[in-house]
């Protein structure tokens, strides 16, 4: 059983840095993907990016390419998303989700899933 606890949204506004993190309990592979995703009002779920649980692995999605940075901090236990040069489009509820499988990052299927936490960028 694997539990995942966002936190770290708010208000921000465009230009501006915010950072968020995942809390991860359970046992997960070396190579498991982790992900984050996000959900605009109105607008389907969209993947961000996506890092194995050993933190080795990374890929983005294109539209925060260069902005974004997803890291693993080993000491909290946690999957953080730094978020840089934020856009009123960037704004949404942010979701972590773990493939508790050694899929390959690419392919990843996520099983397990946070409650979320809102980001509002203002203009």
């Known amino acids: 059983q694997v539990q995942l606890v966002e936190s770290g949204g708010g208000l921000v506004q465009a230009g501006g840095s915010l950072r968020l993190s995942c809390a991860v309990s359970g046992r997960l592979f070396s190579n498991a993907p982790m992900g984050w995703f996000r959900r605009a009002p109105g607008k389907e779920r969209e993947f961000v990016g996506a890092i194995t649980w050993s933190g080795d692995l990374t890929y983005y999605a294109d539209s925060v390419k260069g902005r974004f940075t997803i890291s693993r901090d080993n000491a909290k236990n946690t999957v953080d998303l730094q978020m840089n040069s934020l856009k009123p489009e960037d704004a949404g509820v942010y979701y972590c989700?773990?493939?508790?499988?050694?899929?390959?990052?690419?392919?990843?299927?996520?099983?397990?899933w946070g409650q979320g936490t809102e980001v509002t960028v203002s203009s």
């Open positions: 989700a773990a493939d508790i499988t050694n899929r390959p990052l690419r392919t990843a299927r996520y099983e397990y």
